[in-house]
């Protein structure tokens, strides 16, 4: 497994929570990225109730029942739950994604540029070349930074296997 206490930032320069580390000779970029919402472990809102439906409105633009979608009618706290946590993903508080884990090789280049900047007219480009991926969908933006952590681990450990083989058959060839 990849070394563990990687640093998660997420700011107005990482506007989605990102992470970087060295291993095996290989840089490893881990990020979380949206994903498309998927209501449906939790129930769908519509206009038509099915049992253990939760009134959600009364306005004619908007569906009026939330039918949950593991009802049980000796357990309604149930229901009421992914009905908040579903008002939560419509009211954007959270969303799905997924931990992607590129191993890349960085490239550090001159790139002239008409003289401005390095002496001779040249300054440092980096071109990423990315060997090895790996990734998970379907995680909620909210779960703890621990989760995404192990599960960039995990991930980490594919990526860099692929990126090992992708290298020895660059070499190879």
């Known amino acids: 497994m990849a070394q563990q206490g990687i640093k ?17 000779g290989f840089t490893l970029r881990a990020t979380f990225a949206p994903d498309d919402e998927n209501l449906g472990y939790l129930g769908t809102f519509s206009n038509d109730p099915e049992p253990g439906a939760i009134h959600h409105s009364d306005d004619p633009r908007c569906c009026e029942w939330f039918n949950p979608a593991n009802h049980d009618p000796d357990h309604p706290e149930n229901a009421q739950a992914d009905y908040e946590r579903a008002l939560g993903l419509e009211n954007e508080d959270w969303h799905y994604g997924g931990i992607v884990v590129k191993a890349v090789k960085p490239m550090d280049n001159l790139k002239f540029n008409g003289g401005i900047g390095l002496p001779g007219g040249y300054e440092k480009m980096r071109d990423d070349i990315i060997l090895g991926s790996a990734a998970l969908w379907g995680i909620e933006s909210d779960s703890e930074k621990r989760f995404f952590t192990e599960t960039a681990m995990e991930l980490a450990d594919e990526a860099l296997d692929e990126a090992k083989q992708t290298l020895a058959e660059l070499i190879a060839s």
């Open 8 to 24: 998660w930032l997420h700011d107005s320069e990482h506007p989605t929570p990102t992470a970087e580390w060295k291993q095996d």
